[in-house]
């Protein structure tokens, strides 16, 4: 295998950090919590992301990281909505694990079955008319 071809190895599914350094809310700065490292009182456990520049409210976003399937539904919807694609040839990548990392943007991941841990692509597809394909029709038009 030549070095150009080589693809590069990335880390695997990682843990929860708690703190995100990402902002879910647009902000510049890290101002995103899970809430799985919140204590609030009496008791309640608050579940997603919170926002920590007001009063570490829940906003209804589901943590990438403790639960990567409802993040992905909130984010680009059922699975007939989007493509998953390996980002190295563009080949489908549908039925992996997606594994959420942590950094200035959120980014992520699968294992491929041949290469090992590699990028992947989430797109939302449009026919050139705007309207919306979904996976049973052919993308390529």
């Known amino acids: 295998m030549s070095e150009q071809n080589e693809v590069e190895l990335l880390p695997g599914r990682e843990e929860c950090p708690g703190n995100l350094t990402w902002s879910a809310f647009g902000a510049t700065y ?4 899970c809430a799985s490292v919140l204590t609030w009182a009496d ?3 608050g579940i997603g992301l919170c926002d920590a520049d007001d009063d ?3 906003r209804d976003v589901p943590c990438p990281f403790c639960s990567p399937e409802a993040f992905i539904e909130y984010e680009w919807g059922e699975p007939q909505d989007y493509l998953l694609l390996w980002a190295s040839d563009e080949s489908s990548a549908d039925g992996v ?3 959420f ?4 943007a959120l980014w992520w991941t699968a294992t491929h ?3 090992g841990e590699e990028r992947v692509l ?3 597809g449009f026919w050139e ?3 919306f394909w979904t996976s049973e029709e052919n993308r390529d038009g």
């Open 101 to 104: 990392h942590d950094g200035q």
């Open 30 to 33: 890290p101002d995103t919590v």
């Open 97 to 99: 694990e997606i594994h």
């Open 113 to 115: 079955p041949e290469r």
């Open 122 to 124: 989430i797109r939302r």
């Open 129 to 131: 008319d705007g309207t």
């Open 56 to 58: 570490f409210r829940e």
């Open 43 to 45: 008791g309640y456990q």
